[in-house]
C-alpha cells in the first residue's frame, strides 16, 4: 500500500513526503529537558518567545517557521537546520 501525501494522492516509493519536525530529540541530544530553558536560551540570543509560542514549537510541528527563529534554535542547540527538519520519504515496496 502507497502513503498518502498531504494534499492528497499517494507518494512514489522513496519519494519526499514531508518533515519530521524533530526539536524535542534535537533538545534532549544537547541535554535541554525543558521547554523554559530554551525559551531562555533563545531570549538570551535575541529571539524571545513567548511560553506558549515554545510549548507548541517544542511539543508540535510547526505550520510554518520564522526563519530568524530557526537561525537562534541552530546557534542556540549548536545544530543545523537539517537536524531539526528531517526529510519523510516514501514507504519502499518490498
Same mark, same amino acid.
Given at each position: $500500500?502507497?502513503?498518502?501525501?498531504?494534499?492528497?494522492?499517494?507518494?512514489?516509493?522513496?519519494?519526499?513526503?514531508?518533515?519530521?519536525?524533530?526539536?524535542?530529540?534535537? $533538545?534532549?541530544?544537547?541535554?535541554?529537558?525543558?521547554?523554559?530553558?530554551?525559551?531562555?536560551?533563545?531570549?538570551?540570543?535575541?529571539?524571545?518567545?513567548?511560553?506558549?509560542?515554545?510549548?507548541?514549537?517544542?511539543? %508540535?510541528?510547526?505550520? %510554518?517557521?520564522?526563519?530568524?527563529? =530557526?537561525?537562534? =534554535?541552530?546557534?542556540?542547540?549548536?545544530?543545523?537546520?537539517?537536524?531539526? =527538519?528531517?526529510?519523510?520519504?516514501?514507504?519502499?515496496?518490498?
Amino acid at each position: $500500500m502507497r502513503e498518502a501525501v498531504e494534499g492528497g494522492g499517494e507518494a512514489k516509493p522513496g519519494s519526499l513526503t514531508g518533515l519530521d519536525w524533530r526539536l524535542h530529540a534535537v $533538545m534532549a541530544d544537547r541535554g535541554i529537558k525543558f521547554a523554559k530553558d530554551l525559551q531562555d536560551a533563545l531570549a538570551r540570543d535575541g529571539c524571545p518567545v513567548s511560553a506558549s509560542s515554545i510549548s507548541r514549537l517544542v511539543y %508540535q510541528e510547526p505550520k %510554518q517557521l520564522d526563519i530568524k527563529l =530557526l537561525s537562534s =534554535l541552530c546557534r542556540v542547540l549548536g545544530c543545523t537546520p537539517d537536524e531539526l =527538519l528531517v526529510p519523510r520519504r516514501g514507504k519502499e515496496l518490498a
